[in-house]
C-alpha cells in the first residue's frame, strides 16, 4: 500500500513553455500534498504544501504566480510550471501524507525537467 | 528555526560491517521521525519511523529515539553494496499534520 505516481517521468522543454506535472496517491487519500524541488547533489526543498480544496501554502522564495498548485481531489494534486527557464531545470518530488500513527509522506518518483 | 542535523559524510564501511547513522533536531516538541533512503537520481523510500524512546528493528534495520538528548539514528546491520545510498532523516513536529523537516542527509558507501 501507500503508492504515489508522478507523471511525467522526465520532460524536456523549450524556454517560456508551461509544464504541468501530476501527482497521484493510488490507494490511499491524501489529506496533504507536498512539492519538492531538488538539484544535484543538494537536499530536498520544500516548494508548497497543499491541502484538496484550499489554496497552496508556499514556502519563503517560491513564487506562487510561477509555481501554480491545483490540488483537485484528496488523491490528486499538479504542479505546473509557467514559463519555465533554464533555472528551473530540476528534479521535481510530489509526496503524500496520510493521517496515521506516524503521520507518513510518501513520495513519487519524481519529475527530471530540462529546460532548454 | 527548527533544524535537523546530520553528517553529510560519505560514511564508508565494509560489507557485512554495522552502520550507524545520526541525526540530531532541535525542536524538543518534536514527535515522529523518519528514515528515508534516496538513491542517486530516484526520490526518497520510507524505511521505517520511529516515535517512541527507545529501539525499533524492522529487518537488518534499527532506529534508536532518545527524546531526552534529541536523538535518533539508524543501525544497518550487514551492510550490503545496494545499501549505498544516501539516508535522509526526517522530523515531523507533532502540531502541522504531515509535514516534515528534513535533515540534509548522510551518504552511505558500502564496500564489497
Known amino acids: 500500500g501507500a503508492v504515489v505516481s508522478q507523471h511525467p517521468s522526465r520532460v524536456i522543454c523549450k524556454s517560456g513553455t508551461s509544464v504541468k506535472i501530476e501527482c497521484r496517491s493510488l490507494?490511499?487519500?491524501?489529506?496533504?500534498m507536498f512539492w519538492y524541488r531538488q538539484f544535484p547533489k543538494q537536499s530536498l526543498m520544500l516548494m508548497a504544501t497543499?491541502?484538496?480544496?484550499?489554496?497552496?501554502?508556499?514556502e519563503q522564495g517560491v513564487e506562487k504566480d510561477k509555481f501554480l498548485i491545483n490540488h483537485a481531489s484528496l488523491t490528486l494534486s499538479t504542479l505546473t510550471v509557467t514559463s519555465a527557464h533554464p533555472e528551473d531545470s530540476s528534479f521535481y518530488i510530489c509526496?503524500?501524507?496520510?493521517?496515521?500513527?506516524?503521520?507518513?509522506?510518501?513520495f513519487g518518483p519524481g519529475t527530471r525537467l530540462t529546460v532548454l | 528555526q527548527k533544524e535537523v542535523e546530520q553528517n553529510s559524510g560519505p560514511l564508508s564501511v565494509p560489507e557485512g560491517a554495522i552502520a550507524s547513522l545520526n541525526c540530531t533536531y532541535s525542536?524538543?516538541?518534536?514527535?515522529?521521525f523518519f528514515w528515508y533512503r534516496q538513491y542517486s537520481g530516484k526520490s526518497p523510500e520510507l524505511i521505517m519511523f520511529?516515535?517512541?524512546?527507545g529501539d525499533k528493528e524492522d529487518g537488518r534495520f534499527t532506529a534508536q529515539l532518545n527524546k531526552a538528548s534529541q536523538y535518533v539514528s539508524l543501525l544497518i546491520r550487514d551492510s550490503q553494496p545496494s545499501d549505498s545510498a544516501t539516508y535522509l532523516c526526517?522530523?515531523?513536529?507533532?502540531?502541522?499534520?504531515?509535514?516534515?523537516?528534513f535533515g540534509g542527509g548522510t551518504r552511505l558507501m558500502v564496500k564489497p
Open positions: 509526496s503524500a501524507g496520510r493521517l496515521a500513527a506516524g503521520n507518513e509522506q510518501f
Open positions: 526526517a522530523v515531523n513536529p507533532g502540531n502541522a499534520g504531515n509535514m516534515l523537516t
Open positions: 490507494d490511499f487519500q491524501a489529506t496533504t
Open positions: 497543499s491541502n484538496e480544496g484550499s489554496k497552496a501554502t508556499y
Open positions: 520511529i516515535y517512541s524512546n
Open positions: 525542536d524538543r516538541g518534536s514527535q515522529s
